[in-house]
């Protein structure tokens, strides 16, 4: 069983496209999370949520929304793509929002051309 | 500036030796710090970490890493590398003050047969 996982593993769009990355964990944790990770392996946080609340919205467009339907879910839509999103974009979960460590899923590889 | 810095993009050594990636944080009061590895085209992996207590953290595959706080550091080490331990690996800090959690920029592991 997968314990975070997340659709579609590759995307290919072009600028302008509005599209959407699902995540999900069956691990019964509270807190989720969506990284991205650009072409030199550089990881930044981008969204945290905690229990269904947003609790950690870094310097990201406003093109970028998270929702997190329940706490086993949490996807990632993002509007008016540019080239400049291209990159890995992982989520991950943990227990909780403390001090216990994160659990990735393989992460989405988009390309926008 | 900074919260967690590694300062060798890539380390190189011979299997069966000992290898060291090093890692510094800059956050204030007793931070929580990881280290994850990344295997090619996977998300990241947990390995260790510590919060609080000895100095000394064992992980997994072997790894173990040492919180310094007179250095602020958290180098990872393992006495003999195997070729298999050839990943990306990852500092991470957590900021218990402001709830901010950041990795490092990673450091390429490359170990020789």
């Known amino acids: 069983d997968t314990a975070v996982s997340q659709t579609p593993k590759y995307l290919v769009t072009q600028m302008g496209n509005d599209k959407s990355i699902k995540c999900e964990q069956n691990?019964?944790?509270?807190?989720m999370y969506w990284y991205k990770q650009d072409s030199k392996k550089f990881l930044k946080i981008m969204f945290s949520?905690?229990?269904?609340?947003?609790?950690i919205n870094e310097t990201v467009p406003n093109r970028f929304s998270p929702k997190s339907p329940d706490k086993a879910h949490l996807n990632l839509h993002i509007n008016s793509l540019e080239l400049g999103d291209s990159a890995v974009y992982f989520c991950?979960?943990?227990?909780?929002?403390?001090?216990?460590?994160?659990?990735f899923g393989p992460g989405t590889r988009l390309t926008v051309t | 500036a900074q919260s967690v810095a590694q300062p060798e993009d890539q380390v190189n050594v011979a299997e069966g030796n000992p290898l060291t990636v090093k890692c510094t944080y800059s956050?204030?009061?007793?931070?929580?710090l990881f280290w994850y590895v990344q295997y090619p085209n996977r998300g990241l992996q947990f390995l260790l970490k510590?919060?609080?207590?000895?100095?000394l953290v064992k992980g997994s595959y072997g790894f173990e890493a040492e919180f310094n706080k007179s250095q602020t550091s958290f180098h990872l080490k393992k006495p003999s590398a195997l070729v298999s331990d050839s990943a990306l690996y990852f500092c991470?800090?957590?900021?218990?003050?402001?709830?901010?959690?950041?990795f490092g920029s990673g450091t390429k592991l490359n170990v020789k047969p």
């Open positions: 991950a979960s943990s227990r909780d929002r403390v001090h216990h460590e994160q659990y």
């Open positions: 991470a800090v957590r900021d218990k003050r402001i709830n901010k959690f950041y």
């Open positions: 949520y905690n229990n269904k609340e947003l609790i």
């Open positions: 691990l019964g944790h509270d807190t």
């Open positions: 956050v204030s009061g007793n931070p929580y």
């Open positions: 510590y919060i609080t207590g000895d100095n």
